[in-house]
């Protein structure tokens, strides 16, 4: 298995245009009325065993990247869409251990702004090292507090 990965094969699961309603953003009114998010997820982790197997592992389908950006848009509230991509992705690291990568696009199609948009949209990025640095991080700074 080492091998495998020294070689540069990647195994990914990817979610595209998840539809999932919200009640996240600045504004008051975002957050009583709610609003339509889409949702975008590419994991890389280790599913060579469902390959070989064709049995679906709980530890790394898609389905379980679902259900997780659908526990975190429509059972949690945030103010920021950094705020929601960044807990789907610590919701991810935290429940697949498997887990080495992930990239959550997380889109807003009903944007107050004042001029014509399809959407705006946050990009997190991170592989699992990134992640725990971070996250260790933010654990430090909060003890400071």
């Known amino acids: 298995m080492e091998e495998e990965k020294s070689m ?25 009325r709610g609003q339509k998010f889409q949702v975008d997820i590419r994991a890389a982790y280790d599913m060579l065993d469902m390959c070989r197997t064709d049995r679906l592992d709980r530890e790394g389908g898609y389905l379980e990247l679902c259900r997780i950006a659908t526990r ?4 949690e509230q945030h103010r920021l869409l950094q705020r929601v991509a960044w807990r789907i992705l610590e919701e991810a690291f935290g429940t697949l251990p498997r887990l080495e990568w992930i990239r959550v696009t997380i889109r807003k199609p009903a944007v107050p702004v004042q001029k014509v948009v399809d959407s705006v949209a946050v990009v997190l990025e991170m592989t ?10 933010e654990a430090g700074t909060q003890q400071e507090v």
């Open 128 to 137: 699992r090292e990134e992640f725990l640095k971070e996250a260790s991080r």
């Open 8 to 32: 540069g094969r990647m195994y990914q699961a990817e979610v595209n245009n998840l539809q999932l309603w919200g009640t996240h953003g600045h504004f008051e009114e975002e957050r009583v």
């Open 72 to 75: 975190v848009v429509e059972e």
